[in-house]
């Protein structure tokens, strides 16, 4: 079965750093489109960004162009986020997902999210 396994979540301050991982086992990784996405307290889980299965496309939300990075390693099965300078409104639970390749849209395996707590 499919498992993702985020880590790297945790607290830092505004104009700070984290990346998060993403472990990725039970399926091919290399032909999955894979992202980020992450739910604030009281609010709905939305998209962050996304990465095709060979890594040569990505995506964005708008509030963290500029900011954040996805990134994978198709060898290690992993695939990574780059945040920098980091906004209180950065705070939430973060998850990795997992779309195939034929439905790049259909995020159907979901980890278990990281925590991600910003400080102003």
């Known amino acids: 079965q499919v498992q993702l396994v985020e880590s790297g979540g945790g607290l830092a301050q505004a104009g700070g750093s984290l990346r998060l991982s993403c472990a990725a086992s039970?399926?091919?990784?290399?032909?999955?489109?894979m992202g980020w996405f992450r739910q604030a307290p009281g609010k709905e889980r939305e998209f962050v960004a996304a990465i095709s299965w060979s890594g040569g496309s990505t995506s964005y939300t708008d509030s963290v162009k500029g900011r954040f990075t996805i990134s994978r390693d198709n060898a290690k099965n992993t695939v990574y986020l780059q945040m920098n300078s980091l906004k209180p409104e950065d705070t939430a639970v973060y998850y990795c997902a997992a779309a195939p390749r034929l439905r790049p849209l259909d995020f159907g395996s979901w980890g278990q999210g990281t925590q991600v707590t910003v400080s102003s």
């Open positions: 039970g399926l091919t990784f290399s032909t999955y489109r």
